[in-house]
């Protein structure tokens, strides 16, 4: 994961959608994570996509207001954030591993640099 794109600053409720690139591997057989990091707190999940794209995971904080999504052509993954609340606000990472979507971030091996998302109230 070469790339990341798309954060920046944006009011409560608004929307912002994060691009990944990946480079230097079979994309499609790695499925992708988005992670997030706040001050203080250790790095959660937030979602992931299988290599095919066929299956998406989300943890329970953000079902309903995120949607991840891949464009195999472009190498590229999405994570578009709608209806974004200050909780949201933290360094967003995307991460690959190969095969299936993992939970924790132990279980990745290519990291993105990050890119700061923040949402005010």
């Known amino acids: 994961v070469q790339l990341q794109a798309g954060g920046g600053l944006v009011q409560t409720g608004g929307s912002l959608r994060l691009s990944c690139v990946g480079s230097?591997?079979?994309?499609?057989?790695?499925?992708i994570g988005w992670f997030r990091q706040a001050p203080g707190k250790e790095r959660e999940f937030v979602a992931g996509i299988r290599g095919s794209g066929m299956s998406t995971t989300y943890a329970d904080s953000v079902k309903g207001r995120f949607t991840i999504s891949r464009d195999s052509a472009k190498n590229t993954v999405y994570l578009q954030m709608n209806s974004l609340k200050p909780e949201d606000t933290a360094v967003y990472f995307c991460?690959?591993?190969?095969?299936?979507?993992?939970?924790?971030?132990?279980?990745?091996?290519?990291w993105g640099r990050g890119t700061l998302v923040t949402v005010s109230s």
């Open positions: 991460a690959a591993r190969s095969m299936s979507v993992g939970l924790g971030p132990f279980e990745y091996d290519i």
């Open positions: 230097g591997f079979t994309f499609e057989d790695y499925a």
